[in-house]
């Protein structure tokens, strides 16, 4: 729709028409409060929200009424569907044969023409949606006879309303300065109650627009009750384009000419409180390159601003209270000349919430239609197992629903089954174990085809039984029949027997060697074999049997029969001889000692049954009682005896000892008390035999076991302690002790070894360490008896010092000093051994000054020397070995104590 309306003349209208009715006094009264309301509905609205809910094709009848606050004189009443149908009265009837969601608005207008504005006055019908079965869970294919699945399924569809407003139609945007242009969008979904309660229930108000200078225009949008807001002001808003238009003002056509005015491509803008993007005009640089060429071959090239989502530039909390009924305006103000464009379309989006009455209906009941082919339900009835029975082909089944509308659907479904072939029927056939094989075909029940296949124990490949090789019991064959992947399976159950009855008893009369059983035979009439399991032979075939055993036992005992019609059997009975009398008992104690006051208590632990008991304690004692207690005096092994007897009378016997360790004793002998260090000790031992070990503690950490005497010795001083322990059987170990003082030897130290010059003083030799000690006395090899001695002669000197009877020899030796050693011969011939004459460091002592002359026997000297520390004469004159023979020495002598010696003397020289 175009309006163009200057605003000028807009205002000069509106003036002259409020003058026009103050003249006349035609201004409208105000209208009286007029409340509609819907009174019933059949089929009746359902009380919890208030809706009709039906099936599709259920025709509803609506009553209404209406109060007025003034008059209701000439009232009319209508009923506007919102399918567009309008039913006037206050009861109107109307079929819904469609799905969905319908509203009805009863509307009441007085004589005056004002209309109900009461929100109650709407109802909502909610008439049942299809379901969907697209999602039944079933095979292609199935086999005759066998049991196969099948999920019943259904989806439900919603029932939409659709309250979503008009589009609007293209409206022209010529070039007019100051000129307002209006395009309108009649909104009449929802009830007059309905108003924009927050900016958030307008989500979007869109528009597809091109326009050739975007800052040319003023952009509005009006509300019914005539509230607006401003969705952007592009002046100044630069020379960008909306949409890409065809701008060719001025290049060979007037402005506005036809190439002007030929509608170029839209672009769509939508204005949202929630737009990521500013508004429309705060975005200058949010433009791109569009070019068109129009249909006269003009070509438009020029920056556009973006298509997308921007913010109102006046926002939406500016439409708070606008009622959502009615028309809503854009209005498009051309503020400069020159520029034109075109409003394609446009339309405005509410909150999905406002005016919803959208529905999913459940579906409570849910089973399929009774059919004999249906073998099992499960999951409440839903799903179920089938097995199809008949011919080959098509078998369908019923699979149906009620929603919560009480509607009622269905689906068939089919599923193509397979026959196999007819491999009969289940049988049980009875045979006896003794007759000759059968071909279990003959046995099939029903009408069974040739061609399958045999399996099951003790059948053969073509269907042979003998009941002979598989022996008593039920066994299964199975006769099979199969096409393509599915098979069906006759069973026949073959019952073999030995139709025998049989049974027996038997009577036991025990007996203390052997025990007689009387067999009582029960069984039908026949013949009979005993077999009694003690390995007797032949078997026994008498009807009544009596058989002697010979030890107690359980015996698993076997009669055969064969009935009067031929058929045999057995069975097996254990016969149980035991009666056993076994003596045994048990004692407290095993062992005691002698002196243990305490009674030995004796237990009866025999087996069977008994009355009598005989008790003899091995020591000359008795007892008659089951368990008596006994007390031991005598040390010795004691064999103890019981004897029991039961009442047939039997008797067992069962030994056993028992211990009585003797008193301990033991006794120590020492062959002495004092000892020196290293010393031996010699111990004697008595005891009482028999002791299990004997234990020595010798006091210096040796200790070990010896039964007999020992000896030990001690290498430090002081007392020790020696523990003898004889451990006994039973009877604590005895312990005795005795000591021992073990000295040590006195330590003498005479000093290190000396020396001695002729005609020097004396030297004193003394026992430095024990001096003044007197439980110490001396003897020395000089006959001396004091603890120190004088010496004036080198030679060894040795004394004896004794304490406690330990003694210790020391001995020093006084060597001569001040001497000279002069040899006879010597052998200078190298090999490191009397190689010179006289050298002194080996045969002198004590010399401070020495010459010495060597002289040949014509009187040649041939050596001197004046060293005291040389060698001495090596054989040589001038370095030239002299010849073997006797040579004459010189030897002048200064010792350390100023004494002097000469030595004159023949040397023989040696080679």
């Known amino acids: 729709m175009i309006n163009k309306i200057h605003p000028a003349l807009l205002r000069a209208f509106y003036t002259a028409l409020a003058m026009l009715l103050f003249a006349t006094g035609s201004y409208a009264q105000p209208c009286q409060t007029i409340l509609a309301h819907v009174t019933s509905t059949s089929p009746a609205m359902n009380p919890i929200d208030s809706t009709v809910k039906i099936c599709q094709g259920t025709t509803v009848t609506f009553n209404g009424a ?252 500016a439409l708070i209270g606008c009622p959502l009924n009615g028309p809503w305006t854009i209005n498009i103000t051309d503020d400069q000349g020159a520029d034109n464009g075109f409003i394609f379309n446009w339309d405005i989006n509410f909150n999905q919430g406002l005016g919803n009455y959208a529905f999913t209906p459940g579906y409570p009941q849910q089973h399929w239609a009774a059919n004999p082919e249906i073998a099992a339900t499960s999951n409440g009835g839903k799903d179920i197992m089938i097995k199809p029975v008949g011919s080959e082909g098509m078998h369908c089944y019923t699979f149906k629903v009620v ?276 010393d031996a000790v010699n111990y004697k031992l008595d005891y009482l035999h028999p002791a299990v070990s004997v234990n020595w503690d010798f006091g210096d950490g040796v200790h070990w076991k010896q039964e007999e005497g020992t000896t030990h010795s001690y290498d430090k001083s002081g007392t020790y302690w020696v523990t003898a322990t004889a451990s006994y059987p039973v009877c604590e170990a005895a312990v005795i002790r005795d000591s021992v003082v073990v000295n040590g030897y006195p330590v003498v130290y005479l000093g290190p070894d000396s020396v001695l010059c002729l005609d020097g003083p004396s030297i004193t030799l003394a026992d430095r360490n024990n001096n003044g000690n007197p439980a110490v006395t001396w003897l020395w090899n000089t006959g001396a008896k004091t603890s120190s001695i004088n010496v004036v002669h080198p030679g060894t000197y040795s004394v004896t010092a004794t304490a406690f009877d330990c003694a210790t020899t020391e001995e020093v030796v006084v060597n001569k000093d001040c001497y000279t050693d002069i040899p006879n011969a010597f052998t200078p011939d190298g090999d490191g051994k009397n190689d010179y004459f006289y050298p002194r460091q080996l045969l002198a002592k004590g010399v401070n000054a020495f010459t010495m002359s060597i002289f040949n026997r014509w009187g040649q000297k041939v050596f001197e020397t004046g060293s005291t520390d040389g060698r001495g004469w090596d054989g040589k004159f001038n370095q030239q070995e002299q010849p073997m023979g006797v040579y004459i020495y010189q030897i002048h002598v200064v010792m350390k104590n100023g004494r002097t010696e000469d030595y004159t003397g023949n040397v023989t020289l040696i080679r």
């Open 403 to 678: 929603d919560s509308f009480g509607c009622p659907y269905d689906t068939t479904v089919c599923v193509y089954a397979i026959d196999p072939g007819n491999p009969g029927k289940d049988t049980l056939v009875k045979l006896c174990l003794n007759q000759d094989p059968v071909n279990a075909f003959d046995y099939l029940g029903g009408n069974p085809e040739l061609g399958g296949t045999w399996s099951g124990t003790g059948v053969s490949a073509n269907g042979i039984f003998n009941p002979a090789v598989n022996g008593v019991g039920d066994h299964q064959v199975m006769y099979t029949k199969r096409k393509w992947n599915c098979d069906t399976t006759a069973t026949i159950t073959f019952r073999v027997v030995n139709d025998v009855v049989m049974d027996f008893t038997y009577d036991l009369a025990p007996a203390c060697e052997q025990d007689t059983v009387h067999f009582k035979n029960l069984s039908e009439p026949g013949k009979y074999w005993w077999n009694f399991a003690d390995g007797t032979l032949p078997e026994d075939t008498t009807i009544n049997p009596t058989h002697i055993y010979q030890n107690q036992d359980e015996y698993a005992v076997r009669l055969i029969v064969k009935n009067l019609d031929g058929c045999i059997d057995s069975m097996t009975k254990v016969v149980s001889t035991l009666h056993p009398l076994i003596a045994n008992f048990t004692m407290s104690v095993d062992s005691l000692c002698q002196t243990d006051v305490t009674p030995v208590q004796f237990t009866d632990a025999s087996t069977g049954f008994r009355n009598g008991w005989h008790w003899d304690f091995g020591d000359g004692a008795t007892s008659a009682l089951q368990n008596p207690s006994h007390r031991y005096t005598l040390a010795g092994t004691h064999q103890v005896r019981l004897v029991i007897n039961d009442s047939i009378v039997c008797y067992d016997t069962a030994y056993k000892n028992i211990y009585v360790d003797s008193l301990p004793f033991i006794h120590l002998v020492t062959d002495k008390h004092a000892i020196c260090e290293g």
């Open 66 to 317: 209406a109060t007025f606050s003034t008059s209701g004189a000439g009232a009319t009443y209508e009923w506007r569907f919102s399918d567009g149908t309008v039913v006037a009265g206050t009861t109107a009837s109307k079929n819904f044969p469609v799905e969905g969601v319908y509203v009805v608005d009863f509307v009441a207008r007085d004589a005056a023409g004002c209309v109900n504005k009461n929100c109650d006055s709407r109802m909502v019908i909610q008439v049942s949606t299809t379901p969907l079965f697209s999602n039944i869970v079933k095979p292609d294919t199935v086999c005759l006879y066998k049991l196969s699945p099948i999920q019943g399924v259904v989806t439900p569809r919603p029932g939409e309303y659709d309250c979503a407003p008009p589009i609007s139609d293209t409206t022209y945007l010529p070039d007019g300065t100051g000129v307002s242009y209006f395009t309108t969008i009649d909104v009449t979904c929802f009830t007059p109650c309905d108003t924009v309660a927050s900016a958030a229930d307008i989500e979007s108000i869109c528009m597809n627009i091109e326009h050739s200078f975007v800052g040319d225009l003023i952009v509005s949008i009006q509300c019914p009750n005539g509230q607006t807001t401003l969705l952007f002001d592009g002046n100044p808003g630069g020379g960008a384009y909306l949409g890409t238009p065809n701008d060719v003002d001025g290049v060979i056509n007037p402005f506005n000419g036809p190439a002007d005015n030929e509608p170029g491509i839209g672009a769509t803008y939508c204005f949202s409180s929630t737009a990521a993007l500013g508004t429309l005009v705060a975005m200058p640089l949010n433009t791109s390159v569009v070019t068109n060429t129009s249909s006269f071959g003009l070509t438009t090239t020029g920056p556009s601003i973006n298509a997308g989502t921007y913010l109102p530039q006046g926002g939406y909390n």
